[in-house]
């Protein structure tokens, strides 16, 4: 077999049965659909347990993992020569092996291929399309579309490598596997270039994502992790140099402004000790080493100063979260 198809599922619902059906469906059929089952308790295990098909390998958990640790289990598994990890509520249309499948004879020395994909919403409808891509993007071409939102960019639709997935220890194990996927993708980008089809042929599932529901600590700390990475990086990858530099600035401020809020929100028995100031103070020590010429100032910024401002008074931070408790829209974030 050329390709495994990687399904990490927990409690699929009836999603996973749109999603399995859409890979059975393939017209390159050189491939293998591993599900890394996950304990579900809503049928899902069962229903999975009902197929019959030759592609099909399914791998149950012997307990219950955390999302981190059932992705972990793709570097230990049997895999094809390529692997693409698809999310168990997103579609593949019938001939995105094939369209991948040209893409590689395309292009044999990219080390991550993807197509264009669209958005749909809950019951399958178009959202929207994703932001054109160019055909070929370096790793650092790839980082600097990150920056300035230029690229739509989720953990569906790629595909690598196993020996090169495997080389590099796979995806990291960020906190809910936030940021994870860029972080793998820049890594991936990086053996060469990224590849990529004008033909768009997969579907992003929108609606309540991991970033959303994940608590603001897990948030926080996933963002800490990616940029000790882009430290990292800038200091092994010369072309990455002048990118991070020039644009990090208004990437940290977004997330230093986002996440304070968030942090403000959330009560303080449940933080971990984290406090907005404190956030605050990290977000300007990553920008001192990611772009020393650079300074930044979040506090400059009306929303970040006010949220800092309730956080450092217990009576201010009491009433305003006595306050968020009768009256939920939003006052700086």
């Not at 994703?130 to 055909?135: A, G, Y």
């Not at 996933?222 to 990090?248: G, R, T």
């Amino acid at each position: 077999m050329k390709f495994s198809i990687i399904l990490p599922v927990k409690n699929g619902g009836e999603y996973i049965k749109q999603c399995v059906q859409s890979i059975l469906t393939q017209t390159y059929s050189d491939f293998n659909l591993h599900i890394l089952e996950n304990c579900s308790n809503d049928g899902t295990a069962e229903w999975l347990n009902t197929l019959e098909d030759e592609h099909i390998i399914i791998i149950p958990s012997k307990k219950s993992l955390s999302i981190e640790e059932n992705w972990a289990r793709i570097l230990s598994i049997n895999k094809n020569e390529f692997i693409t990890i698809i999310g168990h509520d997103d579609l593949l249309d019938k001939d995105y092996l094939q369209t991948i499948n040209e893409l590689i004879n395309q292009h044999p020395d990219a080390g991550l291929y993807q197509t264009h994909f669209r958005f749909i919403d809950a019951n399958g409808n178009v959202i929207k399309h994703c932001k054109p891509m160019d055909e070929k993007q370096t790793a650092v071409e790839f980082l600097h579309a990150l920056f300035i939102d230029s690229i739509d960019t989720m953990g569906t639709g790629y595909m690598m490598r196993s020996k090169d997935y495997n080389l590099i220890g796979g995806i990291l194990p960020y906190p809910n596997l936030l940021f994870a996927d860029h972080v793998l993708w820049i890594r991936m980008a990086s053996l060469n270039y990224k590849a990529t089809s004008e033909k768009e042929k997969f579907s992003y599932r929108l609606h309540q994502n991991l970033s959303k529901k994940s608590d603001t600590v897990s948030y926080i700390n996933a963002f800490y992790n990616y940029m000790d990475f882009l430290i990292y990086y800038k200091a092994n990858n010369i072309q990455s140099a002048n990118v991070i530099e020039e644009y990090i600035y208004p990437y940290i401020l977004y997330y230093c402004r986002s996440l304070s809020h968030r942090l403000l929100k959330t009560p303080v028995q449940i933080r971990n000790g984290m406090t907005v100031s404190g956030f605050i103070n990290n977000c300007i020590k990553y920008n001192s080493i990611l772009a020393p010429m650079n300074s930044l100032n979040p506090l400059k910024v009306v929303n970040i100063r006010n949220a800092k401002l309730i956080d450092d008074n217990l009576i201010l931070r009491k009433a305003y979260l006595l306050f968020r408790r009768f009256y939920n829209k939003p006052i700086y974030s």
